[in-house]
Every structure is written in C-alpha cells, then in structure tokens.
C-alpha cells in the first residue's frame, strides 16, 4: 500500500500572528501500487493537455480554478480513497497546540488513527522540503504510534521524505488537501472542488466542532 500526505495552513495558533483559521491534513492511500503508476501517467498527460512544462508542481493554492477542476476530474476515475482532518483552531484549549511541531504531529495521528483499519504494510511519502529534521522526528512518530497496539500487524511499513516537485502523487495528496480545505477557508465554494472526487472520500473529520 503507498499512502501520500500533504497539509494546508499551518499549525500556528493565533497569536497577534497571521496564522490560518484552519489547519487540514490529508492522507491519500493506494492499495495496488499499479494503479498509483497509472495515475502517475494520467497526471503527466494532463500537463501535455493543458500544454505545462514537464517539471510543472500541480500545487492546489497557485492554480487558477479550471486547472484546479480539470486535475480532479482527472484523478477521480482511478482507484484510491482519501482521508482529511480539519482543525478548528478556535476550538483548541490544551497548551500543547500552542507549538506547531507537537500540533502537526497530532494532527497527523489524528488521521492515520482514522485510516489505519484501511492500512496495511503501506510505504507512507511526505513532503520532504520543509525542516528535514522535523520530517524525520514525525516519521519516528508515525511508525511508533500507529503501529503500536498492532496485534502483530503492520500498518506502516516505512516512511519516506520526498520532494513533491518530483512526485507526482505528493502533488495529489495536495490537490485533494486543497480542494477540501477550500471549502472551510471559503464556504462559498465549499461543493465546487471536493464534489469532484466525492467518490474517492472516505471520511472527513472537522475537529473540534
């Protein structure tokens, strides 16, 4: 199993600050490795067909919309689910969220806890570019928590960091993250992205409420 996450806004807490409302992680899972290649394929070809270079990043925030539409389309046929977790910043009281490494960190086990009966064995990418040794202390945390209590199961192999600039899977994982926090930074267009790829939804949680 290949799974792929990506956030959107950051785990910053209002403070004086300029920090987001919202703070949303996303896990995008493949369980048959073939069809993440096909997929693969299918997101090079649509950059031939909306006529980008081939190193162009799909990323959600600095698309214009109808490219926006045209890669969920894209994607949607194709097998693979997805789950997302929205943090409600207002709602947060713990001191704890008040730093953002413990605060990204819990938001990632939020969601793996949400996906892991669908987990097996799987190879987890992140986005490598931000802190490296960050990266690497969620990716310890990630194996620790999540396959602890496992009854002998793995449900998290390995985790890699990878560039997203040079992973075309990265840059679903955040097409996907984007489209379904667009719809809580903008509820005006909350059914305009995500309806596109409702089929591949699993779950969503809006915590807290």
């Not at 190193?55 to 789950?83: C, D, I, N, Q, T």
Request: contains cysteine.
């Amino acid at each position: 199993m290949l799974v792929f996450i990506d956030e959107s806004g950051d785990p910053g807490m209002p403070a004086g600050g300029s920090c987001s409302e919202y703070f949303t992680v996303t896990l995008v899972a493949f369980e048959d490795h073939e069809e993440a290649a096909v997929v693969e394929q299918r997101i090079t070809s649509l950059k031939r067909e909306l006529r980008l270079p081939d190193h162009f990043e799909f990323h959600f925030s600095k698309l214009k919309a109808g490219w926006r539409e045209a890669f969920l389309r894209a994607v949607a046929p194709y097998e693979w689910f997805y789950f997302s977790v929205v943090i409600n910043k207002a709602g947060l009281t713990g001191k704890g969220f008040q730093f953002p490494d413990p605060f990204y960190k819990y938001t990632c086990g939020l969601v793996f806890q949400n996906a892991k009966p669908y987990l097996n064995d799987s190879i987890v990418v992140i986005d490598g570019s931000g802190g490296r040794e960050f990266r690497n202390q969620l990716r310890t945390y990630l194996r620790k928590r999540i396959n602890e209590a496992g009854d002998g199961q793995k449900f998290i192999r390995k985790v890699k960091l990878q560039d997203s600039k040079r992973n075309l899977l990265l840059q679903l994982a955040d097409m996907v993250c984007g489209a379904v926090a667009r719809g809580y930074t903008q509820p005006q267009e909350r059914n305009r992205y995500r309806r596109l790829i409702s089929r591949r939804e699993n779950q969503v949680q809006f915590w807290p409420k």
